[in-house]
């Protein structure tokens, strides 16, 4: 995948620009930030096409995501970090060794739910 935040911007904004009698029926995107997020927003204002967001879950802290996506395509990372912790847990309940776990958190771009262990 392109993670590259500034070829984001360029796409998206190149979307926005389109006229309205060139806009797809619906577009699938992937913020890769909040700026992305934002010229997602954009897009969306000026043009009403249906979005779908894919691979990062609309978080708490978007509430326009969550009124305005026509849906969302993805993993539900808060689910896959609830049952890491749980195996881990389990793992070290009949394990002798004692050892120390760190639990990374994601980019702040995945923020609005806990995927902390």
Not at 6 to 20: F, R
Not at 54 to 80: F, S
Not at 82 to 93: P, S, T, Y
């Amino acid at each position: 995948g392109n993670f590259d935040a500034e070829k984001s911007y360029q796409v998206l904004q190149q979307a926005i620009d389109l006229p309205a009698e060139e806009q797809p029926k619906v577009y699938c995107i992937w913020p890769v930030d909040f700026p992305s997020r934002d010229l997602m927003k954009e897009l969306y204002n000026k043009h009403r096409v249906p979005i779908i967001q894919m691979n990062q879950l609309p978080g708490a802290d978007t509430q326009w995501e969550w009124g305005h996506l026509a849906g969302y395509a993805g993993p539900d990372d808060t689910l896959r970090a609830r049952n890491a912790g749980i195996m881990l847990i389990e793992a070290f309940a009949t394990s002798e060794e004692t050892t120390n776990v760190v639990g990374l958190g994601y980019p702040a771009s995945y923020g609005g739910y806990g995927l902390s262990m």
